[in-house]
């Protein structure tokens, strides 16, 4: 039988891929929308989460659509609730309140999917493949998109917790923390904020790998025209090329694969086989990745960023 589900925050992540994905998988039923704002045609509307947990016991999951500032009370709620729980990226505003409602599923006996969308671009999987038994010589990332035509009139990415240009370039991490083979760690960054803001616009970040090589980050928000969001990793064995966000691959420069946007399909049949299987997968490397960029960065002041 369907897992009937419900999806709290109906904001534009929720609208332009939870629902299409949820209505092609056999194994969801969307059942409610929690939203202070916004409803669904033919779907029950609440504008509290405690007033569905209430009402509908028998919606066992739900997916937080929200902002991650919001996220930890909401989810806490939920599981306590006993429900599963679906986390958009990034999982929580901080490392540890992933790390405690990691601990509240676990208490619960209840799933929970701290998702990481990039890492079902179509590219990922056999970068990770190829790159499993190869020597790995150096990685770069370069995440560079224009913020007014991807996050128009959205406020909580420029306040505390929204992680600014970190917020598409987690995505990134998430791609590069699953395909390396040995884990990195920051060795230095340097954040660009807006005077008029709190959360950077701009950051460069060195990291280092367990085995010693070097990876560099390149985040910005500032580029118009053609977007940019590639990762290249150089190995004894040839050059990785994943970009589009990981949907084209290459090597050495040599197209392997180029395939249309599917990551919300992924992560919702990935959904369904930890719900059958009883487990759950939150992966915090990215976010501590996000963490420690911040806890080491100089922070370097420039212009005001007027929408
Ligand atoms: P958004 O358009 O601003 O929508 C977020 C929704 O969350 C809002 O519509 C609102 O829904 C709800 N919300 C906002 N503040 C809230 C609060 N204080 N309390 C309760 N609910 C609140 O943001 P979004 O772009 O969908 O992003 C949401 C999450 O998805 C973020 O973590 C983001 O990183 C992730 N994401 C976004 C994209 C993208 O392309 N935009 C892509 C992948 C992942 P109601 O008004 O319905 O209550």
Redesign the pocket.
Known sequence: MAHKIAI???????R??HLPSIEKNPDFELAAI?????DLDGVEHFTALNDMLAARPDIGTIAL???????FE?AVAALKAGRHVLL???PGATVAEVEALKALAREQGVTLFATW?SRYAQGVEPARTFLADKTVKSAEIIWREDVRR??PG?D?IWQPGGMGVF?PGI?ALSILTHILPAPVHVVGASLEVPRNRQTPIGAKIAFKSATGHPVSADFDWRQEGPQTWDITVKTDAGTVTLSSGGAVLAIDGATQLSADDTEYDGIYAHFAALLAAGESDVDISPLQLVADAYMLGEIRHVDDFIE
Do not use: F, M
């Open positions: 709290l925050g109906l904001g534009k992540i929720a332009d891929q929690v939203s202070r704002n916004a659509c929200t902002p991650p500032q919001v996220r909401l958009e990226k990034p969308h991807w996050h959205q909580w917020d995505n």
